[in-house]
């Protein structure tokens, strides 16, 4: 059973985002085997509908999908108590011998169910406490709450709800093209981004020769990590360095590195364009590099043509970390793999670069020229969620 989370409270727009939600689940588990998916009372049940079904698989899955508030394995009967009070005793059977304290918690959306929820919480726990005589009922701390669901499709037993990915499905926030390093932060970015129901189409800028092969694998490797939560993506990756190679031959070196995310910015919502977003994504951090600065994020901003979101702007570097490693992400972000940019990174960067000097810096560059052939030599390709196989 996966409850939704604030979804719920979404009025007019709770269709789409059910739908959205259904879609995203099936896509996730189709592949487990053959389950049953549906809908109702702010729930989703999924019930395998063969031994073949790989339940264990989409207990893990589901705790990934965004829209999922909690969720519990449950047990499902039939609604009467001849059904539910030996279900009761055997469902968390090692639980209950375990506990010393219990109490069992009934809610009954079903209003037809002849027993009120005080009845059948009372007839569930005298039952408990026959079974299982070294229990006793403690209303305030128990070791163990039976919960007790008398809905629509049946009677369902579980326990204690487990944590869901929260957020709102994906599909329901439009499109945005994330800007994806081989760093700790942009995945972190792309993960914020669709929690919030966004769909991802990563654009990687990649600079062969002065990047190697295994770079992009990174990235790809990254991006399935990311996937098991946004769904699977198409990632495009820009040839980056002709435009360096230009950058160092005429612009001063205190300059590249804002240079270069000028172009990044600019040939990245040309791209986004082509693919229908709506939005740029990076994974930048207010102060955490000399790019990063008011002033150095407010000249990059200026070479987008496209809003640009950074879920990470106000977020310390440890809580950017501590969310990698709860996504997956952070074992192959420090992996020692070369970025475009390392490689053309300049010893004295300006922290407080003016607009207007930039500008003048990039004026040696034929930009338009540069950024259509970088647009032109753009590859695509299919990332499937990591867990997929
Ligand atoms: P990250 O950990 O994401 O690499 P960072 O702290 O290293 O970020 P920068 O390298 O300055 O910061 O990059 C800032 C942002 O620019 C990144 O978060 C990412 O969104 C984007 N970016 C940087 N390099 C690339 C690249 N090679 N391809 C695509 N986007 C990039
Ligand atoms: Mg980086």
């Known amino acids: 059973m996966l409850k939704l989370g604030e979804m719920v409270l979404k009025g007019l727009n709770r269709n789409t985002f059910e739908n959205a939600l259904l879609k995203n689940i099936h896509r996730r588990l189709a592949p487990l085997g053959n389950f049953d998916v549906r809908m109702a009372q702010s729930t989703v049940y999924v019930s395998p509908l063969d031994e073949d079904a790989d339940f264990e698989t989409a207990v893990e899955r589901a705790a990934k999908i965004f829209g999922v508030i909690t969720f519990s394995r449950a047990c499902a009967v039939e609604k009467s108590m001849e059904a539910i009070l030996p279900a009761a005793v055997e469902y968390l059977r090692p639980q209950l011998e375990e506990a010393r304290t219990f109490k069992v918690e009934t809610k009954r959306a079903d209003k037809k169910f002849p027993l009120q929820s005080p009845e059948i919480s009372a007839e569930v726990g005298a039952c408990l406490l026959e079974a299982y005589p070294h229990l006793t009922v403690n209303v305030h701390q128990p070791d163990v709450t039976v919960r007790v669901e008398i809905r629509d499709f049946g009677a369902y037993l579980h326990g204690e709800p487990e944590q869901g990915a929260g957020g709102i499905p994906v599909g329901t926030g439009g499109k945005a093209a994330v800007l994806i390093s081989g760093g700790i932060d942009s995945p972190v970015a792309a993960w914020m981004m669709a929690k919030r129901g966004v769909e991802l189409t990563p654009i990687h800028f990649a600079s062969p020769p002065y990047t190697s092969e295994r770079a992009e ?42 240079i270069m995310r000028r ?117 695509v390709t299919k990332i499937l969620p990591g867990d997929a196989e």
Do not use: N, W
């Open 217 to 258: 694998e990174k990235v790809k490797d990254l991006l399935r990590r990311v996937g098991e939560y946004a769904g699977r993506m198409f990632l495009i990756t820009v040839p980056f360095a002709h435009v360096q190679e230009e950058m160092l031959r005429r612009c001063p070196e205190d300059y590249f590195t804002l």
């Open 263 to 379: 172009f990044m910015m600019r040939i990245a919502s040309r791209v986004a364009e082509l693919e229908g977003c709506g939005a740029l994504i990076t994974g930048e951090s207010l102060g955490q590099v000399a790019s990063q600065t008011m002033k150095a994020i407010a000249a990059t901003d200026a070479a987008a043509d496209l809003p640009v979101l950074r879920p990470l702007i106000g977020m310390d570097k440890s809580e950017i970390v501590s969310l990698s490693r709860k996504i997956g992400t952070y074992d192959i972000s420090i992996q020692p793999y070369e970025d475009c940019c390392t490689v053309f990174t300049p010893k004295h960067p300006r922290t407080r670069p003016e607009l207007a000097d930039v500008e003048k810096a990039e004026q040696e560059l034929d930009v338009e020229a540069l950024v259509e052939e970088c647009v032109a030599g753009r590859k």
